[in-house]
């Protein structure tokens, strides 16, 4: 039973654009919405957050969207760089992390 | 401050043997959490401690299994290994308070031959 969807396993976007990466959750009672992104060979490093009292977290190039009715959540990346070509995670924290499947992020140059 | 350690990072096993994996968490952090990355499948939670004790479990069989020390530092076994077994075992080191961020050792790259 997926908690955390990612639909969208893969994007690729052009350099100095916007990157929109999407995930939907299913239950209402989580209170606490994470992104990380992951490099082959590596851990995923956290990126940024969002409580559920708000409905817009920014962080430099990176904005974090949560529309509660609908369930779902975004990140923006403003403008993408190709170091930013990564795997995208979302994530939310109730008693323990529940993780989507991820989405792999192409930034041309 | 010193980041998650995990050891080792790539360990090769044969079908049916059993392996031990090892966290220690960023100092001060009393929750280790285990994840399983596989393709296509993302991060699977596996199981949390906390202070010793598991305080979360996952759906994963009793072959996989885990434990903490008094130092926070944690250890993760799965016995009698299968083919599917081979992943990337992430451990993630955190507060234990909610809503709050967890931090990510490099992962130990299992293979089962």
């Known amino acids: 039973d997926q908690q955390v969807k990612q639909n969208s396993p893969s994007l690729s976007v052009q350099e100095g654009r916007i990157s929109i990466l999407n995930c939907d959750y299913t239950?209402?009672?989580?209170?606490?919405f994470l992104w990380y992104k992951k490099y082959p060979a590596e851990g995923p490093t956290f990126l940024i957050s969002?409580?559920?009292?708000?409905d817009k977290n920014e962080d430099g190039r990176f904005t974090v969207f949560l529309n509660k009715s609908a369930k779902h959540l975004s990140l923006h990346i403003v403008p993408s760089q190709p170091g930013d070509s990564a795997v995208y995670f979302c994530?939310?924290?109730?008693?323990?992390?529940?993780f989507g499947t991820g989405t792999s992020l192409t930034v041309i140059p | 401050k010193a980041g998650v350690t995990q050891t080792p990072r790539y360990l090769i096993k044969t079908r049916g043997q059993q392996v031990t994996l090892s966290c220690s968490p960023i100092?001060?952090?009393?929750?280790v959490s285990w994840y399983q990355q596989t393709p296509g499948q993302g991060l699977q939670f596996l199981f949390e401690?906390?202070?010793?004790?598991?305080?979360n479990k996952g759906n994963f069989p009793g072959r996989f299994s885990g434990r903490q020390f008094s130092n926070s530092r944690s250890e993760m076994n799965v016995s009698t290994l299968e083919l599917g077994d081979s992943a990337l075992y992430l451990c993630?080191?955190?507060?234990?308070?909610?809503?709050?961020?967890?931090?990510f050792g490099q992962g130990t790259r299992l293979t089962v031959v």
């Open positions: 993630a080191s955190g507060s234990g308070a909610g809503n709050t961020e967890a931090f």
């Open positions: 239950n209402s009672m989580f209170d606490y």
């Open positions: 969002i409580s559920s009292i708000k």
């Open positions: 994530a939310n924290t109730g008693n323990q992390f529940y």
């Open positions: 100092s001060g952090h009393r929750s």
């Open positions: 401690y906390f202070s010793e004790t598991q305080r």
